[in-house]
């Protein structure tokens, strides 16, 4: 049984020193920190949203999981769908994996959220629906930004088709790149409470800043858990699984291709010497055993490679 834990809890913080074993960059504890605590969250989604704190009325979680518990990557989801205030659905993700179809992704999980018209209702019912990504990397290589927010818009004038389909980014990997003005917001500040590495930084920023507070007692304490620290383990050994099957699946397609061009170059060479000895052009092929131009003028001419 989890400690059952309230956003007033006092503990002792202040004496916590050395490095955050499972951060919130890992995404199952990012999940139980911000499930088991509704303040918390409030606070996280203040700063997303840039709306107040006091605006929050209700706060959903629509997929809640039981903590602690072995999770199936085919049917888990640790992305948190919430509805707020009773009037708006949000995806919210922590994602720290590969992020080449982060795109298409999330437009996935957008789409199926904005879809929640029910049956004889009309379309003035589809409530707004909002994906937040939270991602410690960019998923544009050429466009990259802290903090973005994307909706639909004509092409040529930016005209908004809509504000009730969004995704939103917070790229951690751009915290250095803010400016030095808006380095004291919330969102800047909760970026920088997620990428923390060692409980001094989270002791002394809950201390400057009290919304960070529920966040970091909840860190704490779930930490000590010792089934949320196996499930902690579990997430950091799918992503390095991942990431070896991919640098071995790059490198055999390297080996693969390289094999592959050999046995062609190999296979064109023999054909373009049988041509030559069929043609009864003997000179030829001798120099062309020494001279590369000379050789692939004559694949060219052939036909055995394509001219550039």
């Not at 969250?41 to 700063?47: D, K, M, Q, V």
């Not at 970026?191 to 009290?210: G, V």
């Not at 069929?278 to 131009?293: C, Q, V, W």
Request: proline residues 3%; charged residues 25%; hydrophobic residues 35%.
């Amino acid at each position: 049984m989890l400690t059952n834990l309230r956003s007033n809890s006092t503990q002792p913080l202040d004496n916590l020193t050395g490095p955050v074993r499972y951060g919130l960059t890992n995404d199952y504890m990012f999940r139980a920190v911000f499930q088991n605590s509704e303040e918390a969250l409030r606070h996280l989604l203040s700063a997303l949203l840039d709306i107040p704190y006091e605006d929050i009325l209700s706060c959903e979680i629509r997929n809640p999981i039981v903590l602690g518990e072995t999770i199936d990557d085919k049917t888990c989801v640790l992305d948190i769908r919430l509805l707020l205030n009773h009037n708006r659905l949000i995806n919210l993700e922590m994602q720290t994996g590969h992020l080449k179809h982060w795109a298409n992704r999330s437009l996935y999980y957008l789409a199926r959220l904005y879809c929640n018209i029910r049956r004889g209702e009309d379309y003035s019912s589809i409530m707004p629906a909002l994906h937040i990504g939270i991602l410690t990397g960019s998923p544009f290589q050429e466009y990259r930004r802290f903090y973005s927010r994307y909706f639909m818009a004509e092409e040529e004038t930016g005209h908004i088709f809509s504000r009730n389909f969004c995704a939103c980014v917070l790229d951690l990997s751009q915290l250095e790149n803010v400016p030095i003005e808006e380095r004291d917001s919330e969102l800047y500040n909760w970026a920088k409470f997620f990428q923390a590495t060692t409980w001094e930084e989270i002791c002394m920023l809950s201390r400057e800043k009290d919304y960070l507070s529920a966040a970091a007692v909840n860190l704490y304490m779930l930490s000590e858990e010792e089934k949320i620290q196996l499930q902690c383990e579990a997430r950091e050994r799918y992503y390095m699984d991942m990431n070896t099957y991919r640098v071995e699946g790059i490198e055999q397609g390297i080996q693969q291709g390289i094999q592959q061009g050999i046995e062609q170059g190999i296979s064109r060479i023999n054909e373009l010497n049988q041509r030559l000895v069929t043609d009864g052009r003997f000179d030829e092929l001798k120099r062309s055993l020494s001279d590369p131009d000379l050789q692939q003028n004559l694949l060219k001419e052939y036909g055995l490679v394509t001219a550039k």
